[in-house]
């Protein structure tokens, strides 16, 4: 018997986050039909009650690298989490303000508005170990999951 359920997502962050969890959901046997929205981070799954439970489907959309929770008709919607990125850039800003000021130094022929190579390595180790820690799991995730995101390429780029 057929049997239809939304789900909340949470962890996506771009149209081809939602198109890889309808890709994997669409590709599996039991699944009628699979349609997930970015937008309202839902996912709508039609599946045959059967083969798999709502449960199994949950399992698959984690797998992929995301959260997943089934949506009743009870269920209260949930206050989104604000994502406070505000401080991460300010904070960052202010560490690259040094290498700004000593790269603009270089430009006019002023090597010694670099900073001291040693700050160089604790104000880059701040980003790359604590400032970078987001781009780091989705891109754990996506790896996973079996695909690449936009996260994978920035991390490679700021790792290498």
């Not at 449960?55 to 008709?73: M, N, S, V, W």
């Not at 690259?96 to 090597?111: E, V, W």
């Amino acid at each position: 018997m057929q049997q239809k359920v939304r789900f909340q997502i949470e962890g996506m962050t771009c149209q081809a986050c939602a198109s890889r969890i309808e890709k994997v959901l669409n590709k599996k046997d039991f699944v009628e039909s699979a349609g997930v929205n970015f937008a309202s981070e839902e996912a709508q799954v039609t599946f045959d009650d059967s083969k798999t439970s709502a449960a199994d489907i949950a399992k698959i959309i984690e797998k992929t690298g995301y959260g997943a929770k089934e949506k009743t008709e009870d269920t209260l919607p949930q206050p989104k989490a604000e994502h406070h990125i505000g401080w991460r850039l300010w904070l960052l800003l202010a560490i690259n303000i040094p290498f700004l000021i000593g790269m603009a130094g270089m430009m006019i022929g002023r090597h010694d508005w670099m900073i001291p190579p040693m700050w160089q390595l604790v104000l880059a180790s701040i980003v790359q170990l604590w400032l970078a820690i987001p781009f780091y799991k989705s891109a754990w995730a996506s790896i996973k999951g079996g695909l690449a995101n936009m996260d994978v390429l920035v991390t490679i780029g700021t790792v290498s």
